[in-house]
Structure formats: C-alpha cells, structure tokens
C-alpha cells in the first residue's frame, strides 16, 4: 500500500561547548541518483511529548535533507522517500514506533557529538573507530558497504585482479577513499589519470582516454544505469568502509537499533531498498580475486 506522509521537523538544540574532533566521516554526497517512491506505509506523528513512553513516539531521525538517493525531498518537511528514509521507516516498525520524525541535524554536529534531541541519525557515515581516543557517539552494525566498483565500457572484461593492474585507470579526487585504494592496494602498472569530479572521469572513460574509472560501488552502478549501454560495472573490490546509524554516545536503543538492521539485511529489506533508490542492489557485483 503507497501512503502519502507528512514529515515533521523538530528544531535541533545545538550544545555550544567545545567537543572533540567528529569521528565519523561522511560517505559520498555527490551521488545523482533516480528514486522511486515511498512503499512503506507509515504514519508520522507531529513529534514526541514529555510525558510519551518511548513506543509510543516516532523514532526521531537525524538528516539532512535532500542527498539524492538516501533522502529524497525538497526539505525536512517534504521528504518522499529515499534508501535512508524507507530504512529508517523499517527500523522503526521493528522497535515497534509509532512512525517517524525527521529531525533536521547538521552532519559535522552530529558525528561530534553535539546536537542533541534524535535518537538514531542516518546521514550516510562512514563507520571509523580510533583506538587511540574514545568517540563522541556510537554507531551501528552496518547498513550498507561501501565496496569501491569497477566502470568500463560496455563489452569490456576485468576478469580478475591481475587484469585490472594492467589497465589504464581513471578516478575522481572529490573523495579519497578510490584514489586512496588504487595507490595503496590495486597499485597499478601506470599510474592514473586523476579527475576534479566523476563526471569528468566518465567522459575521459567514454573518449577511451581510460580503460576503467573507480569510484564507490552504489556511484559507478548509477552511472551505467544512465550511460544508455555505454558503460558497465565489471566488479568490485573490498574496502574497509561501511555505513552505519549514528546513536548518542550510551543510547540504550544501541542493541535494538541493530537487532532492527540485522534483521532487515536477513530478510531482503535493505539489498531492496539499494536497488530501489540507487540504481542496483551492490551486493549482487562480484568481487574480484
């Protein structure tokens, strides 16, 4: 059943002392993606009272909106729909609330442990953890990995790793982490071709100026979705990186909130929800030995 919903944004307090450094890093934001529309049918309230025991309020959701793909809207209060949006509706339900009320919260406040007033934020953070100083926050067992995909044009094979160093490649600087693997891990024969931003690394892939661009799984399968058959996604390859919900440092909903993804990832809900709002479900790339 597709319901229409009303999004209700609850004004952040904002703790003006000084914090220690964000931990948390914010995955790619610069992903333009084609989203579908809400499918999960569920009733927002206006926000929580004083007095409301805490299953019979909304799960107040940290985010900022609109991230094309993860949080589609033209604000807070018009958000229809989004992989984040729908997760959030479906984690929800599992901790048995009664909806949700998005709670417009700034991402660098929020990975430093600063804004208050949320229960659990879904701003597409990078799950870090220092061993060296304690986190401002917590955060959850993972949503979403975010692999690094292999685009070439269409006909083209990477059969495996071997191959992949022989190839002339291209990358964006906009985010370190592709560039940052082909240097450290991939190490190429030649050294490649850097570019300001992914697009301009898809049109030098187009031009055969590159055999391959690497860049995060969910960006390269939306590209080749939209190429029209030009490009395709050969594979993928590990990283360490994964997104996660964001939780006040000791929230007690910390084991109900991922007892709620774990059961979401067993049951098909979030790999749906990938290929729902990110242009194809990551999870079915092969990865490249």
Do not use: C
């Not at 959030?88 to 442990?113: C, D, H, N, Q």
């Amino acid at each position: 059943m597709r319901t229409e919903v009303a999004v209700s944004v609850v004004p952040t307090p904002i703790n003006t002392h000084d914090a220690s450094s964000a931990t948390g890093v914010r995955a790619r934001r610069s992903i333009r993606l084609v989203v579908g529309v809400l499918a999960l049918g569920v009733t927002l309230a206006t926000g929580p009272t004083a007095t409301a025991a805490p299953r019979d309020r909304p799960l107040r959701v940290a985010a900022e909106v609109p991230q094309p793909g993860f949080w589609v809207g033209t604000s807070a209060t018009a958000v229809n729909g989004g992989f984040e949006y729908d997760l959030a509706t479906a984690i929800a339900a599992k901790l048995g609330r009664s909806g949700v009320t998005v709670v417009a919260i700034p991402f660098s406040s929020l990975v430093a442990g600063r804004a208050k007033g949320f229960d659990i934020g879904l701003e597409e953070a990078l799950i870090t953890k220092s061993k060296k100083s304690k986190t401002p926050v917590e955060f959850s067992t993972p949503y979403l990995d975010f692999n690094v995909g292999i685009m070439v044009r269409n006909g083209s094979n990477v059969t495996d790793i071997s191959a992949a160093k022989r190839l002339r490649w291209g990358v964006s600087t906009a985010m370190p982490a592709p560039s940052t693997y082909l240097d450290r891990v991939l190490k190429p024969d030649t050294p490649a071709q850097r570019f300001p931003d992914l697009t301009q690394a898809v049109t030098a892939l187009e031009a055969n100026q590159v055999d391959a661009v690497l860049d995060y799984t969910v960006s390269v399968i939306k590209q080749a979705a939209q190429s029209r058959g030009r490009l395709a996604v050969a594979g993928q390859l590990h990283t360490a990186d994964k997104i996660g919900a964001v939780l006040p440092k000791g929230s007690p909903l910390r084991k109900k909130v991922d007892a709620a993804i774990q059961a979401l990832k067993a049951d098909g809900t979030i790999n749906r929800l990938a290929a729902q709002y990110l242009g194809g479900d990551p999870s079915m790339i092969p990865f490249l030995q």
